[in-house]
């Protein structure tokens, strides 16, 4: 699994305000749409593309647009939904697919509650966002539906994750055996004993969502 850090100022500076507890709603869902184009930027490095050729008004040339069949977006209900906007901004013709997954406070056990993606991913492209990866439970979960609809190529856009949940998911990925990216804004300390990022932002969802 290849692990990105998109290491910019301005996502500092952003995450800085989105960490902040003084942060309300509002702010909190503009700032996560905001850094999530600025992650898609880089997620977004390899998604396949085919020649294009065109005409300018000085004479022709072959310029590139997305390859069929087009990526796959798929926001990890709740928290995942403010991330959509953004990603769709930048990728407006990929199909978008939802899983609702949510953990257990106590046990940190992940349940999905609700599954629509497309029938089939075969050979496609597949964007997960949501804005914390803490245990990697919920990562690790979702990239197993995704690989047995048939994806070949999963890259996860997470705001902050914690170095605990980045390696189980890279112990998973090994056995779920296609392609992961991860690209993250930050890498916080640690995981404390309620499966919360240390510092990281609090509850996403409710921050998000109240
Ligand atoms: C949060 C977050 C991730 C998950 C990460 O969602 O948005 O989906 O926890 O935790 P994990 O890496 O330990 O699995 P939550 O379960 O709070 O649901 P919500 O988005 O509906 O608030």
Known sequence: MQVHVADHPLINHKLTYLRD??????????????????LAYEATREVRTEAFDIETPVGPTTGIKLANPKPVIVPILR?????????????????????????D???LEVSAYA????????????????????TGHTLVMAFEFLRDL??????????????????????AVKDIGIPVTLV?????????????IVPGLGDAGDRLYG
Request: net charge negative; charged share 25%.
């Open 21 to 38: 507890k003084r942060t309300d709603s509002p702010t909190f869902r503009r700032l996560a749409e905001e850094l999530v184009t600025l």
């Open 79 to 103: 928290a995942g939904l403010g991330m959509l906007e953004g990603m769709v901004r930048l990728l407006p013709s990929a199909e978008v697919g939802f899983l609702g997954m949510v953990r």
């Open 105 to 107: 406070e106590e046990t």
């Open 115 to 134: 599954n629509r993606l497309p029938d089939s991913l075969h050979g496609r492209q597949v964007y997960v966002i949501d804005p914390m990866l803490a």
């Open 150 to 171: 048939g994806a070949d190529d999963i890259t996860a856009v997470c705001l902050i994750a914690a170095p605990e949940g980045i390696e189980t998911v890279r112990e």
């Open 184 to 196: 993250v804004g930050a890498i916080d300390d640690h995981l404390n004993d309620q499966g919360y």
